[in-house]
């Protein structure tokens, strides 16, 4: 299983290179039905989208992502908990400390991120976008 930071989603719903990257990995962690995210992916990807795209067309997407079968996993009180101590211990910021404290929850050691702060994580490989 592979862990998707929102980069991955915001990526590949946009043009341009990062964009054909971004698709492929993703089509090719779901074709092995082998992707996983945190329920606040949605969130970043809505947002972040919608000012580009507009806040229907962000929306759209992110349904489209919610009803694709990837995995994802909320977030509970022990993640929260976890995250405040990979963020002291590797000095990131919260929502990536979220992303790194999901992963460990999942069991998952890979994430696909365009985001280098997950290289200072012990136990994380970076796929880069």
Request: charged share 30%; no cysteine.
């Amino acid at each position: 299983m592979v862990y998707a930071d929102s980069t991955l989603f915001i990526f590949a719903a946009v043009e341009g290179e990062k964009a054909r990257r971004a698709q492929a990995l993703l089509t090719e962690a779901m074709k092995n039905k082998q992707l996983s995210s945190s329920l606040l992916s949605l969130d970043e990807v809505a947002w972040v989208l919608s000012k580009p795209l507009g806040t229907e067309d962000a929306l759209k997407i992110t349904e489209n992502y919610l009803a694709s079968g990837i995995i994802f996993r909320e977030v509970t009180r022990q993640v929260i908990t976890d995250a405040l101590q990979l963020a002291r211990e590797f000095h990131l910021r919260p929502r990536d400390a979220i992303h790194a404290a999901t992963m460990r929850v999942g069991g998952e050691t890979e994430i696909i991120s365009d985001d280098s702060d997950f290289d200072r994580v012990r136990g994380i490989k970076r796929i880069p976008v």
